[in-house]
Structure formats: structure tokens, C-alpha cells
């Protein structure tokens, strides 16, 4: 298989996807990069800026089971691994799955249940297995979180905890759709009030969990040389020594932007890593993972400033 194998298949996913979800090509993108990557995404935008919508209609485009929670207050952990329930007829308890057993799972509004329920997912995100009443059961390996969460609202929600973020590959941000994209959108969507049926678009399965995993060996294989690698390095260190974070960037995310960036030449048709596919990475890569120091925050600064100033620092390899 090469790598223009690859452009050809994401191509074909993100013309499905554009058939339904206006604008956000960026986001369309990352969300394939974290795809062949086996990284979870994280959606963040107002209401109504198509988050789910991109997150069902990415999942109908592939042969992949998928299943959505909507978090609440109330979701227990329980709720979501699933619970070990005693049947009366053979008096045995026997394990009812929760919908974490499937492989795209939809976190919707993740930031609006308890740490406790929040917390369920962490050794799945990790380890794409959880354990039950003491015992471990695997989860399937194509396993992906797609959360969302919005910004704005904060009334009710609970932040997600630093090593929960830290699971996540990339944020994603969902900003307003350009004026063109808009219209667009209106003119496709205008007729209904309801959230679009996917069949109405023809959105079909194209890709088998069989050629996924060749394409995700394909991009494993990509070429990453020294420089690259020290580039990647000088970037994750440069933000544990900026002033205007309290803690910088984990070893974590310097693996997961290899990983990205080896996908992203993947997607290009190379079978080799730039600085360039580092570059364009950086800033979803990182910037759930950077928390401001409050002298920062006081000032005004934001972690994208702190980044683009990370990235103007250190020198990309020629």
C-alpha cells in the first residue's frame, strides 16, 4: 500500500462528511488524523456549530459500530462500563455491557457529569479495556472517544481533570461557519428543525476494518527522522519552561504529535514527516494540555498565544 492509498481514502470520507456538515475542513481533518492514529478528540464549540452532527456522520462513514452517551448530573459510572446484574432464573449475576463496548463512542456534554462518572473513562481512553467488579474486560481495539463540550455555558459542569485531558489527542475547536458556508447551509438544512437523517444523504460505510488497520500500519511505518524527532522534543520541552504556564506539556503529547504528524504526511501523500506537518499539529495537540499560570490569566494571556510563541522560539529543522 502507499500513501497516495491514504489521500484517496480520506478524500473519500471527507466528501461524505462535506455532503452534511458545512465548513469546519480543518476539524474534518483532525478528525481523520486521530482516526488512523487511534487518538479521541475532543469538540469544543457554542451550541448548535455541528459537533455532533460531525462526530455521527464521521462514524456512518466508517464500518465501525458507534453509540452515544448524552452526560448528565445524574450518569453513574455504572451507566457507562456497565454492571455486573443478578439473574434470578440461573442465580448468577451476569455482565449487562454499557455503551463504552462499542467502537466510536459519542461523550456528548462530557464536562456536564460528576468527576466520578468522568473518571470511567480514563483507564478505557488508556488502556481500551475497564474493569468490572474487579475483573478486566477489553474493549474493541478501533475503540475512540469523540467528546464534546461547550465553552460558554459553565452553569452545571464539571471541568475535566488534567489526566483526563491528557488522553485526549486533540482539541478541536467548532468556531461559526464563514458567510459562503452559512448560506450553504441554509440552503441544504433550511427545510427542517431537526437534526438531518444521514440517509437522506446517501451517507454510506466505505472503508472495512480490514483496510483501516492496513492504512494504520501504513502510517505507522512513516519515515520520522532525528531532526524531526529533536524538533518535536525542543517544542514539548520549550513549554515547561514558558513563564505563562503553571506545568507544560506531558511526554504524552510529544508521542501523540509524532504519531499525528506521521498521519498527516500519511494523508499528504508522503511517506516521510516535515516540519510543516509538526507545525500544523502543535496547536490541537497542545493546547488542552497546557494549564495558564494565574499571572498569565490576569494579563490577559491565553494558552494559543503561549504556544504561537513556543513555536516562534524554536527553530524548525531545514
Known amino acids: 500500500m502507499e500513501p497516495s492509498t491514504v489521500t484517496d481514502f480520506v478524500e473519500r470520507i471527507k ?71 443478578f439473574n434470578f432464573q440461573t442465580n448468577l449475576f451476569t455482565l449487562t455491557k454499557g455503551p463504552v463496548f462499542t467502537d466510536i463512542l459519542l461523550a456528548d456534554e ?16 488508556q488502556e481500551r479495556a475497564v474493569t468490572i467488579d474487579g ?30 485531558l491528557d488522553r485526549f489527542m486533540f482539541k478541536i475547536l467548532m468556531g461559526y461557519p464563514s458567510l459562503d458556508e452559512e448560506h450553504r447551509m441554509i440552503a441544504i438544512h433550511g427545510h427542517r ?33 532525528d531532526e524531526i524527532i529533536d524538533y518535536i522534543v525542543k517544542i514539548v520541552r520549550a513549554t515547561r519552561e514558558s513563564s505563562g504556564l503553571l506545568c507544560g506539556a506531558s511526554p504524552r503529547s510529544a508521542t501523540m504529535l509524532a504519531v499525528a504528524s506521521r498521519a498527516s504526511a500519511a494523508i499528504e501523500g508522503r511517506d516521510f514527516v516535515i516540519p510543516d506537518d509538526v507545525k500544523r499539529l502543535v496547536r490541537p495537540t497542545l493546547r488542552h494540555r497546557l494549564p495558564l499560570a494565574p499571572g498569565a490569566e490576569i494579563e490577559g494571556i491565553d494558552v494559543e498565544a503561549v504556544v504561537e510563541g513556543v513555536l516562534d522560539k524554536v527553530p524548525a529543522p531545514r
Do not use: W
Open 15 to 85: 466528501e461524505q462528511i462535506r455532503r452534511v456538515v458545512m465548513g469546519h475542513d480543518q476539524a474534518i481533518e483532525l478528525v481523520l488524523v486521530a482516526l488512523l492514529c487511534r487518538g479521541h478528540i475532543l469538540l469544543e464549540g457554542v451550541p448548535g456549530t455541528a459537533k455532533t452532527l460531525l462526530a455521527r456522520t464521521f462514524a456512518a462513514s466508517l464500518s465501525l459500530g458507534f453509540k452515544r452517551i448524552q452526560f448528565t448530573p445524574d450518569l453513574m459510572p455504572g451507566d457507562v462500563v456497565g454492571t455486573n446484574l
Open 110 to 125: 462530557i464536562n456536564r457529569t460528576p468527576p466520578k462518572t468522568q473518571a470511567a473513562l480514563l483507564e478505557a481512553m
Open 193 to 225: 428543525n431537526a437534526m438531518p437523517s444521514l440517509i437522506d444523504f446517501d451517507i454510506r460505510p466505505i472503508v472495512a476494518p480490514a483496510f483501516l488497520e492496513e492504512v494504520r500500519h501504513l502510517v505507522a511505518g512513516i519515515h520520522l527522522s
Open 135 to 164: 475483573k478486566t474486560y477489553p474493549l474493541s481495539a478501533d475503540f475512540l472517544v469523540i467528546a464534546t463540550q461547550n465553552p460558554i455555558e459553565q452553569q452545571g459542569t464539571y471541568p475535566l481533570p488534567e489526566a483526563q
